[in-house]
């Protein structure tokens, strides 16, 4: 089977001060125009996120992304996964670039990490793009608390299993899911970075996530694209939070949860209206 690889800009390691080592996808800058820092949602990367928006978005921006710490080649921690890490990871890296202030564009996961960019660090923010996401994405049937806790405690469980079971158990997954597409063999060594302990609390520190008693004070340009047959964000909640953010601009698309990789055609259009939106343009 042909190893077929979507393009993507230049990626080389980058060691963050006081933050870590990870992988960096930049397409370089483009004097007078905006730089776009692209965020991933839970348990990808930015390339399996973002891989079939790089080029169009790198004609108009400077692109830069880098994988969440645990995720891909993000940053390696003892210490268990935040947002709020992620968030300060995204500022130390913009810094570094002397990139800002930037539009932040969060998929799903992302969503939270660019709010929280907002909030810790305003002002290495110039917009803001939050795409099939909300301000509150977990069911609320247990207290954030109580979330992360349980989060915690799985993940200190699946780090008492060896590396080697868990490693081979990821790997048999990813490929059950490949399936037999050209572009499997990238997808499955893509996925093949990351770390199912820090996924665990990833997944519990996105559940207990809750921005909805801050999310009206954001004072940047904001464009929300809403994917409305999303099973995994529901619509409602992402109208919820364009109507939470004051002069929010909306871009809706019928497509699901999936829709950077799987309505690519039809997110792409939208992505680069709600870039420029909170570019200012």
Excluded: K
């Excluded at 921006?61 to 995204?90: K, M, N, Q, W, Y």
């Excluded at 992360?148 to 048999?172: C, K």
């Amino acid at each position: 089977m042909v190893d077929v690889r979507p393009p993507l800009p230049p990626g080389d390691w980058v060691a963050i001060p006081r933050r870590g080592r990870a992988w960096l996808w930049d397409s370089g800058p483009r004097p007078g125009a905006p730089t776009v820092v692209l965020l991933h949602g839970w348990t990808s990367t930015a390339a399996l996120t973002w891989c079939r928006c790089f080029r169009p978005l790198a004609r108009e921006a400077r692109v830069v992304a880098i994988d969440h710490r645990g995720h891909g080649r993000g940053i390696r921690s003892l210490e268990p996964f935040t947002l709020e890490d992620c968030a300060d990871d995204v500022a130390a890296l913009v810094d570094l670039l002397d990139a800002g202030p930037v539009v932040a564009a969060g998929y799903s996961m992302g969503g939270p990490v660019a709010q929280l960019l907002w909030r810790r660090h305003p002002d290495v923010v110039r917009g803001l793009v939050l795409c099939a996401t909300a301000a509150r994405l977990g069911a609320g049937t247990l207290p954030p608390a109580a979330t992360q806790a349980l989060g915690i405690g799985l993940s200190l469980a699946l780090a008492t299993v060896p590396a080697a079971v868990r490693d081979e158990g990821m790997r048999r997954l990813r490929r059950s899911a490949s399936g037999p597409h050209p572009v499997a063999p990238w997808v499955a060594a893509e996925s093949s970075y990351g770390n199912p302990v820090a996924y665990v609390q990833a997944g519990a520190a996105t559940a207990a996530y809750d921005a909805t008693r801050w999310i009206s004070r954001v004072d940047c340009p904001t464009a929300v694209v809403v994917t409305t047959e999303d099973r995994t964000v529901p619509p409602l909640r992402q109208r919820a939070l364009a109507s939470a953010i004051p002069g929010a601009r909306v871009f809706e698309l019928d497509a699901s949860h999936r829709a950077c990789v799987e309505s690519a055609d039809r997110f792409v259009p939208a992505l680069l209206g709600a870039v420029r939106h909170a570019a200012g343009d």
